[in-house]
């Protein structure tokens, strides 16, 4: 049968077993055969599609958020698109969005064709709008938190991120912890600094709110502020923790230009392991985000929505995993 149709016989194997991995047309006439012949084509909830699906990819843009964009993003997300398109057959559109514009992009009467929605919410920081609801349409948002709001989305694990840095913190004897916190709360940060307020109970460590710095998204700005923070603290907590690697690297700047020394002086960690983190020296230690894996959920569980409508909202999370490097001091 696979020579019928000029592919593998694992190919045939996968549409017997109803396994992912065969573009939608050559599942059917493979399908049709073998139930043809007597097969039985095995039932598997978590097939993302047997049917080409259309699906809308929402890139959301802030103009709040432009110096703090990870540019490594996008591009990740696409390529897992690509690539789950690719496999079942789908098709997808990428449309940029941005506050004015999304209401107008959700709206039923411009998404005939749409089966799905995928919205990157990295910087989407707003109530959903009534829009969402009303399109008709699944929609899964990707690192946009929503913890209030009855919509399916992905995000990170913030609590076992932050759990795993602090664990660290103190078994290198540190107690006396500050925190570097972006003024701008944006994507999952507010889920961040609620781990952290969290996990420091836990651990029975206090956060003095004369240890906490909040600053700007501006580069220039955050580090002017660190200055300015650093210069007039009659006594500084051991280490510091940053709400994420450009925070914590862009302080790092700021500390070394004051004469202190990371981690000799001042101990730092950092959240989501960009490039950044190996760019200066001290490397910093911090929390790696897969954000393919976090992409492959959000996909998954968007084709799972289109197939079966009658789904929960199910808001899931990724893992992070602990990377240590060069930025923090053990204290004996």
Do not use: W
Not at 101 to 119: A, F, K, V, Y
Not at 209 to 224: H, M, P, R, Y
Not at 259 to 265: E, I, K, Q, R, T
Not at 294 to 309: F, G, T, V
């Amino acid at each position: 049968m696979a020579a019928q149709f000029g592919v593998s016989p694992s190919t045939v194997s996968n549409v017997l077993n109803n396994k992912n991995g065969v573009r939608g047309e050559l599942r059917e006439e493979i399908k049709s055969v073998l139930l043809h012949n007597g097969y039985t084509i095995k039932h598997n909830p978590t097939l993302i599609s047997a049917k080409p699906r259309n699906l809308l990819f929402l890139y959301y843009q802030s103009a709040n958020y432009q110096s703090l964009r990870n540019n490594d993003i996008l591009p990740l997300t696409l390529h897992q698109i690509e690539q789950y398109c690719q496999a079942g057959g789908h098709r997808f559109i990428f449309k940029q969005a941005t506050y004015h514009t999304l209401d107008s992009m959700l709206d039923r009467q411009n998404l005939p064709e749409i089966d799905g929605i995928l919205m990157l919410g990295t910087e989407y920081y707003h109530k959903p709008s009534s829009a969402f609801y009303s399109c008709g349409k699944p929609i899964v948002i990707l690192d946009g938190l929503c913890p209030e709001d009855p919509i399916s989305t992905v995000n990170i694990d913030n609590t076992y991120g932050v759990c795993q840095l602090m664990k660290h913190i103190c078994d290198m004897g540190h107690r006396r912890i500050g925190y570097i916190k972006s003024r701008m709360p944006f994507g999952c940060l507010r889920d961040r600094t609620n781990s952290l307020y969290a996990t420091l109970s836990r651990f029975d460590i206090a956060l003095d709110k004369k240890d906490i710095l909040e600053v700007s998204a501006d580069s220039g700005l955050i580090q002017d502020e660190v200055t300015h923070f650093f210069s007039n603290a009659e006594d500084l907590p051991t280490v510091f923790f940053a709400d994420n690697d450009f925070l914590a690297v862009s302080s790092i700047q700021a500390i070394t230009r004051l004469g202190y020394s990371v981690p000799d002086d001042i101990s730092i960690v950092g959240f989501d392991d960009l490039d950044i983190c190996t760019l200066l020296k001290p490397h910093l230690t911090t929390s790696r985000v897969d954000f393919g894996a976090m992409a492959r959920a959000a996909i998954r569980h968007l084709m799972n929505l289109i197939e079966d409508p009658g789904l929960p909202v199910t808001k899931l999370t990724v893992t992070t995993e602990f990377v240590e490097r060069d930025s923090v001091k053990k204290i004996v």
